[in-house]
């Protein structure tokens, strides 16, 4: 599997097993028909390309319900946003805490990034009740839950930790990045030092707001309306 920016039209791949090696060149990335015999959202009749293997950020589960539009993504950049109507505008996000994506009618979630040490992001988000902030320093991520440092935070955190099944929060780290959960929101929100990324169900739409946008195909080109707040 393979990680790409989402604006390429074609990539190149090698893909090695222990018996044998294979070269993809030129691979379309936005065609409905990839191979022969291979259709996106279709069974596979033969090893080879398919969508899932479109970026390992997430897993097969999320997205299926990508594919199924059940979900949207959005993804912010030190320098560039890619709203949640798939637009990639320019955006350089400031050092005042800023509204990325939020529930305004609910009040359920609300997820806030700020710029630090340049080129580098922040992110506080908050979910029932609790709230969880990712701050990145010169060597690692600095995680504090509910106001409380988390010391080896890459051990995963349950918020509260009495409520297994039901949990606001669940951090965990895959492939470099973090990812945060939570069982009162259907939302996830994944992060590096440089890209903080918002998953949302599609049974938000009417809810949302924050510079990712309503889900309304209104912020393919046009930057949604900005809120900051200097701090939280």
Not at 92 to 116: E, I, N, R
């Amino acid at each position: 599997m393979i990680e790409f920016p989402s604006d390429l039209d074609h990539v190149n791949a090698t893909v090695v097993t222990p018996v044998s090696g294979y070269e993809y060149v030129q691979v379309p990335l936005h065609h409905h028909q990839l191979f022969e015999g291979m259709t996106v959202d279709e069974p596979m009749s033969q090893p080879g390309w398919h969508v899932v293997m479109d970026n390992t950020r997430f897993s097969v589960a999320s997205l299926h319900k990508m594919t199924q539009g059940q979900s949207k993504v959005c993804t912010v950049y030190p320098q560039t946003l890619i709203t949640l109507d798939e637009g990639v505008i320019p955006f350089v996000m400031s050092d005042k805490w800023t509204l990325v994506s939020g529930d305004y009618v609910d009040h359920t979630y609300a997820v806030f990034v700020k710029s630090v040490q340049g080129n580098k992001l922040a992110v506080k988000m908050y979910v029932a009740d609790h709230d969880i902030k990712v701050v990145p320093d010169e060597y690692r991520a600095v995680v504090t839950v509910d106001g409380n440092v988390v010391e080896q935070h890459e051990k995963g955190v349950v918020v509260p930790k009495d409520e297994p099944k039901s949990y606001a929060i669940k951090l965990t780290e895959n492939n470099e990045h973090l990812v945060v959960q939570s069982q009162r929101v259907p939302m996830m929100m994944m992060w590096t030092p440089n890209s903080v990324t918002v998953m949302l169900d599609t049974a938000l739409q009417g809810h949302v707001t924050g510079v990712c946008g309503h889900m309304d195909d209104m912020h393919k080109e046009k930057l949604p309306k900005i809120y900051t707040v200097a701090s939280l």
